[in-house]
């Protein structure tokens, strides 16, 4: 075996899941999940994500903000804790916090929910603005489409499970595109 390929090696992790076998690589990465108020759609994306990139055992950082700052400091949507406690996620330690310009020097990649939500990311960021660095939810699901995640505040529950089952789909693909190479 050739260094390279030991180095390379050692960089990979393999991992099991639903009956797929992948090689994750073992890059760093520190993720932001971005919607409105930071109570509802970013802290389900960044509860789903942290869940998977943990049964991964990748090296990534996920957190989540919000544009609008009405929420600042408030827990999740009592309906967005209840729909991922039932997935087997509790998100009742995540704390809702502000978009930054800053944001695009601390992170690799940002995901806004929606579209409007981009606006606000590029107007809060000003000159920081990276549009590299930035890609609408859902576009890990269904390529091209931007389509936003709709925002499930003062719907049913219904459309609380619609919302994370959309996120979780979404993040599944975004950890194939970023992360993973199927084995045969």
């Not at 930071?38 to 789903?48: D, M």
């Amino acid at each position: 075996m050739q260094f390279s390929e030991i180095t390379h090696l050692n960089t990979m992790t393999q991992v099991q899941e639903n009956s797929t076998t992948y090689l994750c690589k073992k890059i760093p990465m520190k993720v932001l999940m971005v919607c409105l108020g930071n109570i509802c759609r970013s802290p389900i994306a960044e509860g789903v994500l942290q869940q998977k990139v943990k049964q991964l055992g990748l090296d990534w950082e996920v957190e989540s903000a919000g544009t609008n700052g009405y929420h600042n400091g408030e827990r999740p949507h009592e309906m967005s804790q209840m729909v991922s406690k039932l997935n087997g996620i509790d998100i009742s330690g995540q704390r809702s916090r502000p978009f930054r310009a800053e944001d695009f020097e601390q992170y690799d990649l940002i995901i806004p929910m929606a579209a409007d939500v981009w606006r606000e990311m590029k107007y809060i960021a000003g000159k920081k603005y990276n549009a590299a660095k930035v890609e609408l939810l859902l576009n890990y699901s269904f390529p091209k489409t931007d389509l936003d995640v709709p925002d499930p505040w003062g719907r049913s529950v219904a459309a609380f499970h619609e919302v994370f089952n959309l996120i979780d789909h979404a993040c599944h693909a975004l950890i194939e595109q970023y992360q993973s190479t199927k084995q045969p």
